[in-house]
């Protein structure tokens, strides 16, 4: 299998290339259950931060970690997850649509109703592992407009395609996107 090294401060990883579509391959960087990567990138991100916000939130799920790791260095003793679906114990859910690059379809995006009466009037840094079309976060962003909280960062640890040209998302490292046979698009 063809791979892809990156390297965020000290730590180096080999991703695997996985086709996506037709005459796509993406490297596939997993945060998840990788503690050593998360708590590096969120050091590096720390200091691309405002100095002063309310909350971290992510997008279910390998930001999660990484919104952790960034609550607790910033001296926030709590971060918010926006879900993919509806879960039984949310009152009062704020849902929209996301079309992303690694899922198929589209999918649900959901903010529990207590969660976002909390976000209300809030600033936060929303967060993700990889920015890529950018679908994820702005659909995450609309949902935060709806809980009528303010968006004061956006950060990922890599940047894929076009969206290293980004200037809105703070990110560490570039992640290309590949064609079939492992060669840089």
């Given amino acids: 299998m063809k791979k892809y090294r990156i390297t965020v401060g000290d730590q180096t990883r080999d991703l695997p290339l996985i086709p996506i579509s037709d005459d796509t391959a993406i490297a596939s960087f997993v945060l998840l259950g990788d503690d050593a990567m998360s708590k590096t990138a969120a050091e590096l991100l720390l200091p691309k931060l405002p100095k002063k916000f309310d909350y971290v939130v992510t997008v279910e799920s390998k930001g999660i970690t990484l919104a952790h790791d960034i609550s607790l260095l910033s001296g926030h003793p709590r971060s918010f997850v926006i879900r993919k679906s509806v879960k039984g114990y949310m009152e009062n859910p704020l849902t929209t649509a996301v079309d992303s690059i690694t899922t198929k379809g589209q999918q649900l995006l959901v903010l529990d109703g207590a969660?976002?009466?909390e976000l209300k009037g809030k600033s936060v840094v929303l967060v993700d592992d990889v920015v890529s079309t950018g679908g994820s976060l702005k659909s995450a962003e609309k949902l935060l407009n709806l809980a009528g909280?303010?968006?004061?960062?956006?950060?990922a640890i890599l940047a894929?395609?076009?969206a290293a040209d980004r200037d809105d998302v703070a990110f560490l490292g570039k992640l290309p996107l590949f064609n079939l046979d492992g060669t840089i698009k």
Wanted: charged share 25%; glycine share 8%; net charge negative.
């Fill in 149 to 155: 909280c303010q968006i004061v960062a956006k950060a």
């Fill in 160 to 162: 894929e395609g076009a």
């Fill in 115 to 117: 969660d976002a009466a």
